[in-house]
């Protein structure tokens, strides 16, 4: 008769997937394939934040392997020592759902040898190459070296873990990031807001017997937090059209700033075998300091920075006249007063990504931008000065609604029409 029959309560449950995680999460379902190099402290956490929301398919790109002082802000336990970082936030990610996996992975450095062909690839499949790794030399090789990309973005922390940057291109690629990573710079020099943005949180600290065995102290909650915002900020930049350059930084109190940058477009030209870059901010402002001191021609530093292995020269910013500088209706001397400590200062607040690239000067009103014979006497002196470094001599003229970048030879340069500026 079944009396003696115990009746047991069943709770049928269904295993998650991607598509309900999404609907748990309150956002809706993404697929967006991925390509993210480095799986490290903010890639770990950022990529588990995004596959709990059901979000990307992934394919995780890093060579490193987890090490016992990891685990004070990653994503992994204590039984994964040894184990490659890619393959464990892979196993974490795809552990999560039911039946369904969302992330593969390769031990591989992104810079190594043999990596390109395979980047490449994976990139004509992805709508995305994220760079997490905190390496501005990867981030640049993903911008410049992998035709295949469809669009690039950087996500990292500064040194003092209380400034997290994204960096993401336009969906065209007009801006790249390698162009917003300039970008970048100049503001932290010149954006008050951004005091101390490249500063270490404290002194290095030994894990281990090599010389290289050093890491910076930084507080999981830092990580935690600054993993959030990255995450959710990512999602947003896939969602628009246009560049991103924006800062989030922890404040004193808990609160979190967010300190959003205008990202510029920029022109390029190709000149006596470098490619030279300048985005539009700082052709404005060299016709601002022109137009400031007009009638009489004017000029200073230029500032920027060399990449002598892709022959990129990125002119990113523009010193006014020094104090002692000698200024005519038809002709300039630029004086020395306090440049050599302006360009210093450059150099140490960007880690030396930005110095003296060197000379621009003003013509008068309806004159044309081509050089001189005074011009051509400076970029002889520039030359004999920067030979020694076996760097080309940059100069700059600036007229009315025309900049002249001349590069290696007073004759070989570009003209860029800036009337639209």
Known sequence: RGTDVPVETLLPLVGLSPKSAASLSGVPPDETPIVAIGCGMLGSQVVMNLARAGFGRWLLIDDDHLLPHNLVRHAASGADIGAAKARIVSREANGLFHEEAIARYSVANALGRGQAVAINDA???SELILDLSAAATVARHLAIDVPNAKRVMSLFLTP?????????????RTTRVDDLEMQHYRAAVRNKDLDGHFEAAGKRLRYGASCRDVTLPLAQANAAIFSGIGATALRNALQSDTAILRIWRLQEDLSVRAIALTPEDVRSAVIHNWTVRADNGVLKRLHALRHRRLPPETGGALIGHRDMHRRILYLVHALPAPKDSQEGIAFFERGCEGLQGEVADYERLTAGALTYLGEWHSHPRRSPVTPSGHDRSLFGW???????????PVMAIV???????????????????????
């Open 160 to 172: 003092s873990g209380r400034d997290l940057v994204l960096l993401g291109e336009d969906r065209s």
């Open 399 to 421: 007229g009315d609604n025309e900049i002249g970048v001349y590069v290696s030879e007073p004759d070989d340069g570009a003209l860029w029409n800036t009337r639209d500026l």
């Open 382 to 392: 520039l030359k004999d000065r920067l030979k020694l470094d076996g760097v080309p």
């Open 123 to 125: 990139a004509a499949g």
